[in-house]
């Protein structure tokens, strides 16, 4: 019998096409999102979900049951002059204070990158006058022949006519500290359907033993199997950013998976009225799991801050 020399070709990949309707843009590979950005009035904070990696399985997690303010990869203060904008009430489904921000201006390029810009301004729910606004860009890059993509936030903040204090839960040892005291920014709530977790920081293996952990670095990586594929999310701290190496608040316990530079962790931050400051900070998307030296790299590569606002 005769071996036929020829194979059947695999089917070629999808390409990257862009999806766009009332409060979202998607990237997909055929009828797979890739990644999801939500911005309608709907969302109680513009966030991305779902976020996944080509033929992958899908990473995060948006507004699960435990704490319906989580907004799988989304951006958030606590306390702004001591006004909560994290929790929301689960009769309104509002937070006491508003996060408002304008419709955002998108470009989605033919390479499959984007570039989301956006104006936001924080007010008490009381007073429509804003106590803090934003400038915040997002550059997405294409996904890379592994798979793997990225994105850069760059975010300005400027304290209006008063004074600003940006504060969180304090920490067990404060007074009036909580155990889950300490977080404050941009944050990722990873899939329920994630084991055999593993976090890595710039420095090396991080201790979940006691299911959280808070310690500074440039970089830091939150990885497992979902669906039974190895694969994880790592954020890149920016040495410009204030309190820089990051400090970071990590859960690993039974019910979540979290992360998050919390710039505030270890202490507020007071403005001036008409103060100005930047957070840039890159997410990473990637299989398998990156150890410190992938970190390090990942950190060495951001590109360097642009001067600063005048």
Known sequence: MLLSACRLASPPEPQPAWRRGPGFVALQQGAQILWQFNHGTNATKPHFHPVSLPGGPVLTWDRPADHRWHRA???SWKFINGVNYWEEDPRTGAAEGRTVWQEPQIQTRPDATARIEMNFAYHPATNAQSVLTEHRVIEISAPRADGSYHSDWTMTFTAGAQDVLLERTPLPDEPGGKPYGGYAGLSVRLASN?????VVSAAGPVDLSSGRHRGK??????????????????IIDSPSNTNSPSPWYVISDRTMSYFSPAVLCYHPLQLRAGDRFTLRYRVVIHRGRWDAVKLDQAANALPAAPPAAK
């Open 73 to 75: 990869l989304w951006f």
């Open 217 to 234: 670095a440039l970089a830091l990586d939150y990885a497992g199997k979902f669906d039974g594929q190895e694969a994880g999310i790592a």
């Open 194 to 198: 994630i084991v055999e977790r593993a």
